[in-house]
């Protein structure tokens, strides 16, 4: 399944850094961060539960960026 979701990032780099941090997340089978539209699109592996996943995205995400926000 993907889906895609509404972010706030401040900077190109972080967006960047988020994409990375955020493809390590299990669960998450494939992830793109568009700092432009600031929009996230995620896929995610087969069985899961989205909203559990996309917690643990957020929570990696603000280690990137504190104030990060994705609006699931």
């Known amino acids: 399944m993907k889906k895609s979701y509404k ?37 995610f592996d087969e069985g899961v539960e989205e909203s559990a996943v996309m917690k643990k995205v957020l929570k990696v995400c603000r280690k990137v960026e504190s104030d990060c926000e994705i609006y699931f």
């Open 7 to 43: 972010i706030e990032v401040d900077c190109a780099n972080c967006a960047a850094k988020m994409e990375t941090a955020a493809s390590k997340v299990e669960g998450v089978k494939a992830v793109s961060v568009n700092f432009m539209t600031l929009k996230m699109a995620v896929e």
